[in-house]
């Protein structure tokens, strides 16, 4: 009973309360270390990054505008250089020869780069070439100042140096040429209509300087002549020269294109219409080809007649 009753009156087992669990004091130390170092860290990296976002957010200074000046400069002048030896010049007219297509004063854009393409000379253009035998003899040579030196070496003047003309191209290289009278002029037995001729001029001239010819242009050659018929020094008066009055195709410049200044006078210097038409030279072999057609035909139908006049009575009998 007593183990009976005791057994009902016992409450639950009692456990014994466990002590706190203690850290060491070492331990402790070490994690308070760990953990103020990981914070010292974590705030260290944060500032780290905001001065990293800081410099790079940060506008860099523009530099002078004096300090760039410079720099533009340099790569303007050999961007101009690089333009005048390689695309386009500027030459200026300095008398009336190619009046009225084109007038003193005026200031012409030459096209250098098809020339590097191996692209010669055409009929009906207007070319500037250098001077092949001395042309320009006598005439006035130009005292530039330091600017305009400086302005014609990057190519926006043109170059008092260089002795170069401008003319108009006739003929190239295997065509025939002639002027009689007083016209029109011929290229390969074809007459030209020269509405660019200068006004009361006549296409040929009767003069016994060089204004009535007939010339074939050697290959690699062209034949020359201003607009202004009666007051330009082409190529029919330098026959007698080296080069005969011809031009090589070596000395060309380049094609001009078109009139840029002034600017009232502002237009393109197109091909002439009357330089569409077939001006080709007919070669030998066409020639002889088209001489021996004929004969061909005039000798066979001989043939035909003849056979049919021998076998007629031999038929009949």
């Known amino acids: 009973m007593a183990v009976g009753a005791r057994s009902g009156h016992e409450g639950p087992e009692e456990r014994p309360e466990r002590p706190e669990e203690t850290v060491p004091p070492a331990a ?7 953990g103020t170092a990981g914070g010292d860290s974590g705030d260290d990296d944060g500032k780290t990054e905001v001065d990293g976002d800081d410099a790079a957010s940060k506008p860099k200074k523009p530099r ?4 760039e000046l410079p720099l ?13 030896t390689f695309l386009v010049q500027a030459f200026s007219i300095p008398s009336d020869s190619m009046q009225n297509t084109l007038q003193q004063g005026d200031r012409v854009l030459v ?3 098809t020339p590097w393409f191996g692209s010669e000379p055409e009929r009906g253009e207007v070319v500037v070439f250098h001077d092949p035998d001395n042309w320009l003899a006598g005439e006035p040579t130009p005292n530039p100042n ?11 003047m043109p170059s008092a140096e260089e002795k170069d003309l401008i003319k108009r191209v006739i003929g190239v290289g295997g065509d025939t040429i002639e002027c009689k009278g007083t016209g029109p002029l011929r290229v390969n037995g074809k007459a030209l209509n020269e509405p660019y001729v200068y006004p009361g001029n006549t296409p040929c001239t009767m003069d016994d300087g060089g204004g009535q010819f007939k010339l074939k242009v050697p290959e690699d050659k062209i034949w020359v002549m201003g607009d202004h018929r009666q007051n330009s020094l082409d190529s029919r008066y330098h026959q007698q020269d080296k080069h005969k009055g011809f031009v090589p195709v070596n000395n060309v410049v380049g094609r001009a ?12 210097l197109p091909v002439p219409d009357t330089f569409d038409q077939d001006l080709s030279a007919a070669a030998p072999g066409a020639l002889g080809l088209a001489g021996a057609v004929p004969l061909v035909l005039w000798r066979r139908r001989r043939l035909t007649v003849g056979n049919t006049r021998v076998s007629g009575p031999g038929t009949a009998g």
């Not at 533009?72 to 005048?84: D, Q, R, S």
């Open 28 to 34: 402790q130390d070490a994690v308070e270390d760990t």
């Open 64 to 67: 002078s505008f004096w300090k």
């Open 72 to 84: 533009l400069i340099g790569i303007a002048l050999v961007l101009a250089l690089l333009i005048k």
């Open 111 to 113: 096209d250098k780069l």
């Open 146 to 156: 330091a600017i305009q030196k400086a302005l014609s070496w990057i190519g926006l």
């Open 257 to 268: 294109i078109v009139v840029a200044w002034p600017p009232t006078r502002w237009s393109t």
